[in-house]
């Protein structure tokens, strides 16, 4: 197993450019998460789904989408990016969609907004 | 809302020291909380789960004990090796919530 999956690695973008970002999980997991990780916060959650066709809004949604059409995947969309975006972005993945799981995630990708 | 606070904020200990690194919660209703581990410019990886029915659980020189009603948890590193520097997150699953959070982690470092 790959486990969880993303890609770019590192990306540089200006202001106002949109690009997506990519997660894959080869695990058959049910819930798949994005986090973005900022120094000394921790990390929060932008968007979340719980199966393919289910996505949901975490604690900082605003100036990302997202979409679930398989299990499989679940990319995460910039559609302005803003300096403010600059960040550790990290894609996670557990079974069941259900709140008793290990979490597993990607080895992130690195944003950087000019 | 849950907030999660890791103290302190970094660590610095000779080799072969027993160390404990803490987590605390504000609020106890939690499914269950997770100790990751980070490397530097790396993703995270999970060490240990505790449901929020258990009190401990333990992986090699590893052992994370959870107090519910406190609102704390500790992740005890027996023998502490070079290889172990790294930063260790907490986070916890509310009820009700899919939004896991995370404390800023401990910033541990095992000098030779």
């Known amino acids: 197993n790959a486990g969880v999956t993303q890609t770019p690695k590192f990306q540089v973008l200006k202001t106002g450019q949109s690009m997506t970002l990519q997660c894959a999980q080869d695990m058959n997991h049910e819930y798949m998460s994005w986090y973005r990780q900022d120094p000394g916060m921790g990390l929060r959650l932008i968007h979340y789904?719980?199966?393919?066709?289910?996505?949901d809004q975490g604690e900082v949604p605003n100036g990302y989408n997202v979409s679930r059409s398989t299990t499989e995947d679940f990319p995460l969309r910039l559609l302005s990016a803003a300096p403010s975006q600059t960040s550790v972005y990290f894609c996670?993945?557990?079974?069941?969609?259900?709140?008793?799981?290990?979490?597993?995630f990607g080895p992130g990708t690195r944003l950087t907004v000019l | 809302k849950q907030e999660v606070t890791q103290i302190p904020a970094a660590l610095s200990v000779p080799e072969g020291e027993n160390l404990v690194l803490n987590c605390s919660f504000t609020?106890?209703?939690?499914?269950?909380l997770q100790w990751f581990r980070q490397d530097p410019g790396k993703g995270l990886t999970s060490l240990l789960l505790?449901?929020?029915?258990?009190r401990e659980q333990t992986s090699g020189r590893l052992n994370a004990s959870l107090d519910k009603s406190s609102g704390r948890s500790t992740l005890y590193i027996a023998a502490s090796q070079p290889g172990d520097s790294a930063t260790y997150l907490c986070?916890?699953?509310?009820?009700?919530?899919?939004?896991?959070?995370f404390g800023a982690g401990t910033r541990l470092t095992v000098k030779p």
């Open positions: 996670a993945s557990s079974y069941g969609g259900t709140t008793y799981n290990e979490q597993f």
């Open positions: 986070a916890v699953r509310p009820y009700n919530n899919n939004d896991m959070r």
């Open positions: 505790i449901q929020s029915s258990q």
């Open positions: 789904s719980v199966g393919a066709g289910i996505t």
């Open positions: 609020d106890s209703a939690i499914y269950n």
